[in-house]
């Protein structure tokens, strides 16, 4: 079982909706990511925090707005989407410093905005 | 920029049969490098994954990679393949140290035929 927990894992939402998607993990990780698959297509990297800052922003479109509260959590806020956001929102975390560090992916986010 | 290619898009065997997907990536500095499975419907999850050492890694279930640094490649192998190995494959690189970005290959549909 994957250690990355995250909620809802499936969310459908207008596109004047605000919602959120949430991700904890409990491994002692210090960094945490935000990637985004969709169907039949690799995961692609969206944000990634670092010690609870924000660390790399990939040129993410602003209605994506990502919170780190603390060290075991991270949010993405969602407002505004536009149904080619549907797709499969994957947290993951690893830990930080020297090379060779692993990234752990939870079971993802299914999102249809509608 | 880095950038990983799997040539393999969509394999289809037999069980028993022998299993080698390809992973080359361009880089030319240390690279951290993974095997990463995803069974319908589920998360991804990682094989095996090489830092330095032995270039010849063992993962679970049964696979295997290995590192040949002058080809830039990171082969996945399997002597013997069965039904419950079809998923979708993914390979991914890290970049050196202190890099958080994980870049993934385009995947490799696998499909075992009973």
């Known amino acids: 079982d994957t250690e990355v927990t995250q909620t809802p894992k499936h969310l459908v939402m207008g596109m004047t909706n605000k919602k959120s998607l949430k991700c904890e993990q409990h491994?002692?990780?210090?960094?945490m990511y935000w990637y985004k698959q969709k169907a039949k297509k690799p995961p692609e990297l969206m944000f990634v925090?670092?010690?609870?800052?924000?660390?790399i922003n990939e040129s993410v479109p602003s209605r994506f707005s990502p919170e780190c509260p603390n060290s075991s959590l991270l949010n993405l806020h969602l407002h505004a989407l536009q149904p080619e956001d549907s797709a499969l929102y994957l947290c993951?975390?690893?830990?930080?410093?020297?090379?060779?560090?692993?990234?752990?992916f939870g079971e993802g986010s299914w999102l249809t905005v509608v | 920029a880095q950038s990983v290619s799997q040539h393999n898009h969509h394999v289809i065997l037999s069980e028993a049969a022998s299993l080698e997907l390809g992973c080359n990536y361009s880089?030319?500095?240390?690279?951290?490098l993974f095997w990463y499975v995803q069974y319908p419907g589920q998360h991804l999850q990682l094989l095996l994954k090489?830092?330095?050492?032995?270039?010849l890694v063992k993962g679970i279930k049964g696979f295997e990679a290995e590192f040949i640094k002058s080809k830039f490649s990171f082969n996945l192998r399997k002597p013997s393949v069965q039904w419950s190995d079809t998923a979708e494959y993914f390979c991914?690189?890290?970049?050196?140290?202190?890099?958080?970005?994980?870049?993934f290959g385009t995947g490799t549909r696998l499909k075992v035929l009973a």
């Open positions: 993951a975390s690893s830990q930080t410093g020297s090379s060779g560090n692993t990234i752990y």
């Open positions: 880089y030319g500095g240390t690279v951290n």
């Open positions: 491994m002692g990780h210090r960094a």
């Open positions: 925090y670092s010690y609870e800052k924000l660390s």
């Open positions: 090489y830092f330095s050492g032995d270039p």
């Open positions: 991914a690189v890290n970049a050196g140290s202190g890099t958080y970005k994980y870049i």
